[in-house]
């Protein structure tokens, strides 16, 4: 196992030393790449050490320990090599638990996957959102959460809901989030009534007992990045391997100039893509088309990557991961944690949650800044109101100055 080197051969010498060479060969032979292979072997060990501390032998080991072992990374004072608690860790302990399985090693054969229990009014609740709301996955993911823990409060019986049991589910679990969290739950029970009063499960009158969060569209400055400091994001990509740094880089310049949504990025594929035309085809929210011109900076980018750092796999999705095995970026945070690193890299302020959207801000701000009307920005970003792109007004301070006017009875502003 020449190709692992060093790493491997300081594990050999643990307690799963006997498995490392056949765990670490079958790795290899599906193309993971050594820093993974690595960092698995690592996990593997972690993993058999935690359950020695235990008493627990590798004939005890099975799917529901790897849960507990999770837990115990949370809190780890484990040190030398089993001090490892990278994100690798958990998939390198599931991997290796696989591998004993399938080599025949005595582990518990009656082992059951747990799934969990769907509350049948919540699959019909997504489906109709599906089929008469066109509402996307993603958005029926962040729903979903809230209108379990409904369903837990009442149970199956639904003469248990009324408006005095909604207005306290939302006040018990509203003060325990952010506000965008806040307007979420909001939104996920308004529709499932909305749903119970079309199928007849509810009166159409509760809609008034549900309260709403005390929030001002326009009461704060829309947060964006400066030129200056989305150059230096575009540059912090050069800091990572090549073919990395190309991949990042052309998705920073789709949200940074294109203004294009993080999950819009993620499902683009080579299809949509007209090279001739110089044009792109974007899959936005609501499952919304839309065609948009390629910038040739936005263009060069992605050519660039495609021919030189995207690998060659079955998958026709834009961007994949940068090690093997490749696949493609799964959800929007995989590419939300590829543009907070490169903010980080680049020391860019505020890199706060939801950096990755400021890019998308940061087009429209500087679109506005260049003299295009809110008009055209509002086709460009693909909003459906004028009222959502007219946020980016308060940030036309150029524009604020014509129409100041002086406080009463004070000086001017």
């Given amino acids: 196992m020449s190709e692992i080197g060093d790493p491997l051969e300081k594990l050999r010498y643990g307690s799963t030393g006997p498995f490392m060479d056949g765990f670490a060969r079958d790795l290899l032979n599906k193309d993971f790449s050594r820093r993974i292979i690595c960092a698995h072997l690592r996990a593997a060990t972690h993993f058999t050490h935690w359950a020695a501390s235990l008493d627990l032998s590798l004939s005890d080991l099975k799917e529901d320990c790897l849960e507990s072992f999770c837990a115990h990374l949370r809190g780890c004072q484990c040190k030398g090599t089993y001090k490892d608690k990278s994100s690798h860790t958990i998939a390198g302990a599931r991997r290796f638990l696989a591998h004993l399985q399938n080599q025949g090693v005595n582990l518990p ?15 019909n609740f997504e489906h109709w959102m599906r089929t008469h709301r ?10 979903r959460r809230f209108i379990t823990a409904l369903l837990e409060q009442i149970g199956d019986d639904l003469s248990r809901l ?71 994001i575009v540059t912090a990509c050069h800091d990572a391997s090549v073919k990395t740094g190309l991949r990042n880089r052309a998705i920073v310049l789709l949200g940074a100039r294109m203004g294009l949504r993080v999950g819009e990025i993620i499902k683009l594929r080579l299809i949509d893509i007209d090279w001739l035309g110089a044009s792109l085809r974007v899959l936005g929210k609501g499952r919304r088309e839309a065609r948009m ?12 990557y495609v021919e030189q750092a995207r690998p060659p796999l079955q998958s026709d ?39 990755a959207h400021l890019l998308r801000h940061s087009a429209a701000t500087e679109m506005l800044r260049q003299g295009v009307s809110l ?39």
Wanted: proline share 8%; glycine share 6%.
């Fill in 162 to 232: 009324n408006p005095s049991e909604i207005r306290a589910f939302i006040l018990k679990h509203s003060g325990s989030v952010n506000m965008p969290s806040a307007r979420s739950l909001i939104t996920a029970t308004r529709m499932f009534l909305r749903y119970l009063v079309a199928e007849g499960l509810c009166p159409s009158d509760w809609g008034p007992a549900i309260p709403r969060v005390a929030c001002w569209r326009l009461c704060t400055l829309p947060r964006h990045f400066s030129q200056e400091d989305i150059q230096r």
């Fill in 293 to 304: 011109p390629l910038t040739q900076e936005v263009g060069d980018a992605l050519l660039t």
């Fill in 375 to 413: 008009q055209d920005i509002a086709t460009i970003l693909r909003h459906r109101s004028l009222e959502t792109t007219a946020i980016y007004a308060k940030v036309d301070f150029n524009a604020l100055h014509l129409v100041k006017q002086p406080w009463p009875g004070g000086e001017s502003c």
């Fill in 317 to 355: 999705h834009l961007f994949v991961t940068a090690y093997p095995p490749w696949r493609p970026l799964g959800a929007s945070s995989s590419a939300s944690s590829i543009v907070a690193r490169l903010i980080r890299r680049a020391g860019v302020k505020p890199a706060t949650r939801g950096a």
């Fill in 109 to 123: 054969t009656n082992v059951v996957k747990r799934h969990p229990i769907i509350h049948p009014l919540r699959m």
């Fill in 134 to 143: 066109g509402v996307m996955d993603s958005t029926l993911a962040t729903y």
